[in-house]
Nanobody, 120 residues
Framework: VQLQASGGGLVQAGGSLRLSCAAT????????VGWFRQALGEEREFVAV????????YYADSVKGRFTISRDNAKNTVDLQMNSLQPEDTAVYFC??????????????WGQGTQVTVSS
């Protein structure tokens, strides 16, 4: 499975962005997909995860109610809709495929990151 994240950019506080993770590989639909982020000088942290069929989702407390994760297995994509963005959301965002978990080491495949910058 190969993953590619896109959709990052510069947005003002309170604004929205939609990230997309596009995958290649026939087994993509069998994996949970998570989004993680890494701010400059910080460790990579969990943001959200969606199960293989989209039936279950889980969010970090810091984004709950503002971010929504969704997937379309027919298109091999997983999106992250981010609303009410705040400067503390500034980070490089990564998508990853693996086991339904908030732990980085449960994910086998990682895409390159996409930069999200939120100005105050």
């Amino acid at each position: 499975v190969q993953l590619q994240a896109s959709g990052g950019g510069l947005v003002q506080a309170g604004g929205s962005l939609r990230l997309s993770c596009a995958a290649t590989g026939r087994t993509f639909s069998t994996y949970a997909v998570g989004w993680f982020r890494q701010a400059l000088g910080e460790e990579r942290e969990f943001v959200a995860v969606i199960s293989w069929n989209g039936g279950s989702t889980y969010y970090a407390d810091s984004v709950k109610g503002r971010f929504t994760i969704s997937r379309d297995n027919a298109k091999n994509t997983v999106d992250l809709q981010m609303n009410s963005l705040q400067p503390e959301d500034t980070a490089v965002y990564f998508c990853a495929a693996g086991i339904y978990s908030g732990l980085l080491n449960e994910y086998d495949y990682w895409g390159q990151g996409t930069q999200v910058t939120v100005s105050s």
